[in-house]
């Protein structure tokens, strides 16, 4: 701009703020972290209608100027560890529970960043997930506790089903709302203590220890296990405790598989049943975070955008449906301490079931390829696994860089000196890793066992080992989840590779856009 051009401007704004109209308008960003449940940007969710109202209508404003949502997305565990790390991260959080609000208190201690006070926006009941043959089997239609679960887990034969044995998967207490819940509910199984006690005892650790046995799966999130049982039904398990409205969801056929290798149930078989102790309740409080470094005006806006998502879910009953409570039936129940939940999670964590993991890695491939994998791997081993949990390792080298199921510093030692050579012997690898983590002398089903492949390429019939023949053979012995991590379009799109993760209940997911910890978490 010509120095003519800027005095013309400044002589512009003299004369607009001396006539007193001089006003900023443009609109001032609000972030909000909103659980998954909550709202998502691609699938419907409760609360996308009510971010496009306050979008449009702009009912809040800081001076002159307009308040409006960007809306993130996050699982409420991940939101409570990213404020944890940076506490500016958002202004608005609202995560499934008032949990998340203790626990991210406890850890800035001094600091209150989610306040006690702040409105909740809605109900989600908590239930038990069920086959609906399997509750007028044993007439649970009314409801179950507990205790009843606990039962199932240490007397087999209570369960009554000796095809379709009790089988239990939740999420992660660490990120999921059902999965902390879940590890409350266990601890305090057939008492109602849950919503009043404020410390661990005996009995609470013996709860955890006899339920996680049941445990085939721990889930990240709710939308990748109810995904596996619209793929598998009641052959992935018997039941999961989550929010009633996935339940909904489910039977409305909104995680119908597209896999041809699935064999998906009936969507309206999978029932809800009450449960009568433990946590009941997702309650989805809206907070306005106060942060040292937050602006008090950024802070009272965010507190009135609160507000108004109050009383739009008050006014919105007919959005709420039939799965989430507005207003009316506002009788929360209060969440335990900080200091109780954190017990909680370190309880499960350290009483969580077992897992024997054999890591196959391809390594026909590149040197920046196998640079990612070791990456991967080798990162993620000290922090992921318990020091009872048994790692091995095998390579598409069969006759070598084999390393039995054991110590997991056994296998980053191993790690560090692969190297790349040889021909893509897929198939022939995987069945090796399916062999290996079947062996040893506490090889039975008190554990989960898995084996992550890493491969960039496919077979290419060199292994002398089939497709087919994997699939067999993951259909004999004790069960084996196949999880593959895959660099690249070849493997990534290969059918089937697809077809042996699918059969085994794992999954395939991109190596290149996925967290090394959020792979081993998982399963």
Not at 20 to 26: A, D, L, M, Q
Not at 480 to 500: E, F, K, M, R
């Amino acid at each position: 701009m010509t120095p003519l051009a800027v005095r013309r401007v400044v002589v512009a704004l003299a004369v607009v703020a001396s006539a007193g109209v001089f006003v900023i308008t443009t609109p001032i960003h609000l972030k909000a972290f909103i659980s998954t449940d909550a709202w998502d940007p691609v699938k419907g969710r409760v609360l996308n209608q009510a971010v496009a109202d306050f979008n449009n209508e702009r009912p809040v404003q800081i001076g002159a100027r307009p308040v409006l949502i960007d809306p993130v997305a996050i699982p409420s565990g991940d939101a409570e560890l990213e404020l944890k790390e940076h506490p500016d991260a958002a202004e608005i959080w609202i995560p499934a529970s008032a949990m998340w609000g203790e626990l991210l208190n406890q850890a800035s201690q001094e600091l209150s960043l989610a306040p006690a006070d702040t409105p909740r926006l809605m109900y989600s009941t908590q239930v038990f997930a069920m086959w609906k043959h399997d509750v007028d089997r044993l007439r649970l239609a009314s409801g179950m506790s507990w205790d009843q679960v606990e039962r199932f887990v240490a007397h087999p034969t209570s369960w009554g089903d000796s095809v379709h044995p009790f089988r239990m998967v939740h999420t992660n207490p660490f990120l999921s709302t059902s999965g902390l819940t879940a590890a409350i509910s266990e601890c305090f199984a057939g008492s109602d203590e849950a919503r009043t006690a404020q410390k661990i005892d005996d009995g609470c650790v013996g709860s955890i220890q006899t339920i996680e046995e049941a445990i085939v799966h721990y889930g990240d999130t709710v939308t990748e296990l109810m995904q596996q049982l619209a793929c598998h039904g009641e052959s992935f398990a018997s039941l999961m405790y989550v929010q009633e409205q996935s339940i909904e969801q489910f039977q409305r056929g909104a995680y119908e598989p597209t896999d041809r290798n699935c064999d998906p149930p009936d969507p309206r078989s999978l029932i809800a049943v009450p449960t009568s102790d433990g946590m009941r309740q997702a309650d989805y409080p809206c907070y306005a975070l106060n942060s040292e470094s937050s602006d008090p005006h950024a802070v009272a806006a965010a507190n009135r955008v609160c507000d108004w998502f109050s009383g739009w879910t008050t006014g919105h009953p007919d959005v709420l449906g039939s799965f989430f409570f507005g207003s009316a039936d506002r009788g929360a129940e209060e969440p335990p301490s900080g200091t109780f939940l954190n017990d909680v999670q370190a309880q499960w964590e350290q009483h969580r079931k077992l897992a024997d993991v054999m890591l196959a890695v391809d390594l026909a491939t590149s040197d920046d390829t196998l640079e990612q994998v070791r990456s991967d791997t080798y990162t993620c081993l000290g922090g992921t696994f318990l020091d009872d949990d048994r790692v091995g390792l095998v390579t598409s080298q069969l006759g070598d860089t084999t390393v039995p199921l054991g110590d997991k510093d056994s296998v980053q030692d191993a790690i560090k000196g692969l190297e790349p050579r040889g021909n893509d012997r897929l198939w022939d690898l995987i069945a090796k890793a399916v062999r290996e983590v079947r062996r040893g002398d506490r090889a039975r089903d008190e554990r989960i066992r898995a084996v992550v492949v890493f491969t960039d390429g496919t077979d290419n019939d060199i292994s002398d080992a089939s497709p087919s023949d994997v699939i067999e053979l993951l259909g004999r012995g004790l069960p084996v989840q196949v999880w593959a991590v895959t660099y690249g379009a070849n493997a990534a799109s290969d059918p089937n590779l697809a077809a042996i993760t699918t059969t085994s209940q794992g999954r395939m997911l991109a190596g290149n856009d996925t967290d090394c910890n959020e792979i081993f978490d998982r399963f």
